[in-house]
């Protein structure tokens, strides 16, 4: 019985540790990349925001209220009223998850469509040429320019910004994709990997794909921040969300008559987006550092 005890508690020792342990490194990473960490946790915070908004004391974004429309902030409405009477505080809360899936969803498939495409085209030269003038002829026209030529083609949808600008930013990642994969194709790993006999699709998805992640995680938080600002371009212009979906843009289009008396209608949501965009690029700029150190050493 007593051994039994005794194995117990050193289990229990044992799991203590490994959890301090877990902790400690933990806490020298944030202490050794104090960018990513703070870039992190105003991302957590924002997605929790997002996540949480019907318990934020938000009430309907859409509700319209005429009577009250134009209100200062006040304590009934934190941020005010817009022109329709709309509390701007449930508005610019609710926006939150409008620039975020946009964020998030067009930086995850461009990333993984540009890998597969700059992959494939790195490592297979008969095809090397023709995809890279296709994504060099993308490249040419301005990334919100083709947003907007694909927004005018379809009806204003968030599904449908996503779409558009992905398409945009497929070329940049297939770019670093391709340049990255054609400096690893000439490793020496490589070379014995392919001396043993291992086939070509073996080779790009297990020796060069792995190695292809680190500047791709960083490319893709630029995206994600790139996304949010076009996406409220395009809804500012009114190309993107329909005027009925809380986002940023739409938010600082339907303000824009009244900024001059009503500032406020404005600098709430671009203050909001101007943290989204902050926190996204300070994590990016802190994965560049932890992935790469002998690069931050030499800026």
């Known amino acids: 019985m007593s051994a039994l005890v005794n194995t117990a508690r ?43 908004a019907p318990f934020l004391g938000t009430t309907d974004p859409a509700a319209l209220m005429p009577a009250r429309r134009a209100r200062v902030p006040s ?63 993308l490249m040419s026209i301005p990334s919100i320019l083709l947003a907007v030529a694909l927004m005018a083609l379809t009806r204003g949808s968030v599904g449908n910004v996503i779409i558009a600008i992905t398409i945009a930013e497929i070329p940049r990642v297939s770019r670093l994709a391709r340049s990255v994969t054609l400096s690893l194709r000439e490793q020496p790993f490589i070379d014995a990997a392919v001396s043993i006999g291992a086939r070509t699709p073996t080779i790009m998805f297990k020796h060069v794909l792995p190695n ?59 203050a909001f987006l101007s943290l989204a965009v902050l926190a996204v690029n300070l994590l990016g700029d802190g994965l560049r550092d932890a992935l790469d150190p002998k690069m931050a050493r030499n800026l």
């Open 10 to 52: 050193g289990e229990t020792v044992a799991v203590e540790r490994a959890t301090r342990g877990r902790a400690a490194r933990a806490w020298r990473l944030a202490r050794a990349y104090p960018t990513a960490t703070v870039g992190a946790i105003l991302l957590a915070l924002l997605v929790a925001v997002a996540i949480f």
């Open 75 to 137: 304590a009934a409405n934190w941020f005010g009223t817009d022109l329709l009477g709309r509390d701007l505080y449930s508005r610019v809360i609710y926006g939150t998850r409008v620039s975020l899936m946009v964020g998030f969803s067009v930086a995850f498939i461009a990333t993984a469509i540009g890998l597969l495409i700059g992959l494939t085209a790195g490592f297979i030269r008969a095809v090397d040429n023709t995809v890279m003038r296709a994504m060099d002829g």
């Open 212 to 270: 292809t992640l680190a500047p791709l995680m960083v490319q893709a938080t630029y995206i994600c921040a790139s996304a949010m600002i076009i996406e409220a371009i395009l809804s500012f212009i009114g190309a993107g969300t329909p005027p009925n979906i809380p986002s940023w843009g739409n938010i600082m289009s339907e303000g824009r008559a009244l900024w001059q008396v009503k500032p406020y209608i404005i600098l709430f949501p671009a």
